[in-house]
């Protein structure tokens, strides 16, 4: 089976309250056994704009991403990650 990834590019807009949607993400990423591969970090982005943080998230295979990407509990922490921050997610399937 292959993994599934998210990679996340992501500007925060208000840090005072982004650790809000960091303790609600963690209950979800520990439920569906996310490993975090990348989680800031320095970058370099020689092609153009870039936000200012990427992470990527490991997850044991494509089915299990989505699910937790669509599971009730990451739509409501998903909510205030719109809230408090400008970002992207895109869900992909591993190389077998």
């Given at each position: 089976m292959t993994k599934?990834?998210?990679i996340v590019h992501i500007?925060?807009?208000d840090p005072g309250?982004?650790?809000e949607y960091?303790?609600?993400d963690?209950?979800?990423f520990e439920k569906y056994e996310a490993r975090f591969l990348v989680r800031g970090g320095r970058f370099e982005?020689?092609?153009?704009?870039?936000?200012?943080?990427?992470v990527v998230i490991e997850f044991d295979s494509f089915e299990k991403a989505l699910a937790c990407y669509h599971s009730p509990e990451y739509q409501a922490a998903a909510k205030?990650?719109?809230s408090f921050s400008d970002?992207?997610?895109v869900i992909v399937e591993g190389m077998a």
């Open positions: 599934g990834y998210w500007s925060i807009t309250r982004y650790p960091l303790a609600a963690r209950i979800v982005a020689p092609e153009g704009p870039a936000k200012a943080r990427h205030l990650r719109r970002s992207e997610i």
